[in-house]
Nanobody, 125 residues
Framework: QVQLVESGGGLVQPGGSLRLSCAAS?????MGWFRQAPGKEREFVASISWSAGNTYYADSVKGRFTISRDNAKKTAYLQMNSLKPEDTAVYYC?????????????????????WGQGTQVTVSS
């Protein structure tokens, strides 16, 4: 049984930084971060494979966010720098347990099998 436990959200001023963590249990191949703002659909932010550490990012966060993983701790991280008000959302970590082709990007919610509880990130002065 896969379980994902998130932590690290909060309130930060524009230009600030936050780091989200997602501790995973069970067998998974790929970790992703998504976010959902009020009235909007859940959108892909970044993903990383446990094995090779292949990373993918949404264009909106490239150069500002960094996804990483610690295989020993079975924890994925999302370091968010230069935060903007439009980054305000509930952030969800997700895990994929199905067959994974590491040469492609998995960027829709349906590509993932397990979800964390979500953590609020608010960027405001």
């Amino acid at each position: 049984q896969v379980q994902l436990v998130e932590s690290g959200g909060g309130l930060v001023q524009p230009g600030g930084s936050l780091r989200l963590s997602c501790a995973a249990s069970g067998r998974t191949f790929l970790m992703g971060w998504f976010r959902q703002a009020p009235g909007k659909e859940r959108e892909f932010v970044a993903s990383i494979s446990w094995s090779a550490g292949n990373t993918y990012y949404a264009d909106s966060v490239k150069g500002r966010f960094t996804i990483s993983r610690d295989n020993a701790k079975k924890t994925a991280y999302l370091q968010m720098n230069s935060l903007k008000p439009e980054d305000t959302a509930v952030y969800y970590c997700a895990a994929r347990s199905r067959f994974t082709n590491y040469s492609r990007t998995y960027y829709t919610p349906n590509d993932y099998d397990h979800w964390g509880q979500g953590t609020q990130v608010t960027v405001s002065s």
